[in-house]
């Protein structure tokens, strides 16, 4: 299955058309509008809780893909965006719900931002859960005007997007306006809690109380899921925790049971399915695991490059992906 776009076209389609046209799910997908419930119906329905992160970076790209001229940000823009679209024909029958990197598209301009709203458009009308990984974090109007930008499937945002990731910093009024407008719209967030990246330690471990950082915005996480839990035993506030602290992972999720979590680091940060066991449930939900350098760019991988296409490479990537987790968590258990 090839998703090619003319890389010859002489701008991006309108962007107010991205950002203004209202997608609906597949009628043939029920909408349920408590998020938890609906990603854990998700996670059910495809047996994994593989989520594919969409991070298009122009040097690796496949060559059939890549722009004439990397210089011209229109032609980096439909490159981006036929990427990311072919990456969704792949895995959207096979996992529940793919993360955009907002950045990648942000670093190009206005142009990148309508490829992006044309890459979550995408994967709503194949039935994902969207997952955005912008990290906002505000107080008062701005932060209401993040919420309102992002959370909901349109016309509720103008992105419709199923859930953001937010930064908790400047604290808790940064995450009130957020989970208002996840609550009310049908939408989650996914908030900083212990990262994957190795200087998370600089201040999350610090310690107040003889406690770490990273331990007092888990119980404020917890509180705000657990006054919004669904069917399935979890709330709309979710929490980012990485597996490159397997540790630290099994003890968040013992603490914070109405949690949600969004779990990086695994595959090319170095988290493997053993790492990653301890943010699942006994049932093998609770959390969506994040694959993408991994997944995204296998044909660059000598185990995938001699498939067919880049396309085949990301399928059977993202299946042997499903295996490992399978094989090494209670994810299992979804069979």
């Given amino acids: 299955m090839q998703h090619n776009r003319d890389l010859n076209r002489p701008v991006i389609s309108n962007i107010c058309k991205f ?32 989520v594919v992160g969409l991070d298009p970076r122009l040097n690796q790209l496949p060559a059939q893909l890549a722009p004439e001229n990397a210089d011209d940000l229109t032609q980096v823009a439909i490159a981006y965006s036929s990427f990311c679209c072919g990456i969704i024909d792949v895995v959207a029958d096979l996992v529940p719900a793919v993360k955009p990197q907002a950045a990648f598209f942000e670093q190009i301009g206005p142009l990148g931002m309508a490829a992006l709203a044309e890459v979550v458009d995408h994967a709503t009308a194949k039935g994902l859960q969207v997952i955005m990984d912008a990290k906002r974090g505000d107080i008062g109007s701005t932060a209401t005007a993040y919420a309102s930008a992002f959370l909901g499937r349109k016309p509720h945002s103008s992105w419709g997007c199923d859930a953001l990731t937010v930064n908790p910093y400047m604290g808790e009024d940064t995450l009130e306006p957020f989970i208002d407008a996840a609550n009310k719209n049908g939408a989650g967030i996914f908030v900083l809690v212990k990262t994957s990246n190795p200087g998370s330690h600089t201040i999350q471990e610090k310690r107040a109380d003889n406690q770490p950082i990273y331990s007092y915005v888990a119980s404020h996480v917890e509180q705000l899921s657990s006054n919004n839990v669904g069917e399935t035993g979890y709330g709309n506030a979710g929490a980012v925790v990485g597996a490159t602290y397997p540790e630290q992972l099994s003890e968040l999720r013992a603490a914070m049971p109405h949690t949600l979590f969004l779990i990086p680091g695994f595959g090319a940060q170095g988290g493997t399915a053993e790492d990653v066991a301890g943010g699942l449930d006994e049932n093998g939900l609770g959390g969506v695991i994040n694959s993408s350098r991994a997944i995204i ?27 490992k987790l399978a094989d090494g968590t209670t994810a299992s258990r979804l069979r």
């Fill in 19 to 50: 950002l203004t046209s209202a997608i609906h799910m597949n009628p043939s997908e029920p909408y349920t509008h408590h998020f938890a419930d609906r990603l854990n119906q998700a996670i059910i329905q495809k047996q994994t809780p593989l």
């Fill in 297 to 323: 760019f296998a044909h660059e991988q000598p185990q995938y490059n001699q498939l067919s296409s880049w396309q085949a490479a990301v399928e059977q990537a993202t299946r042997d992906t499903i295996e």
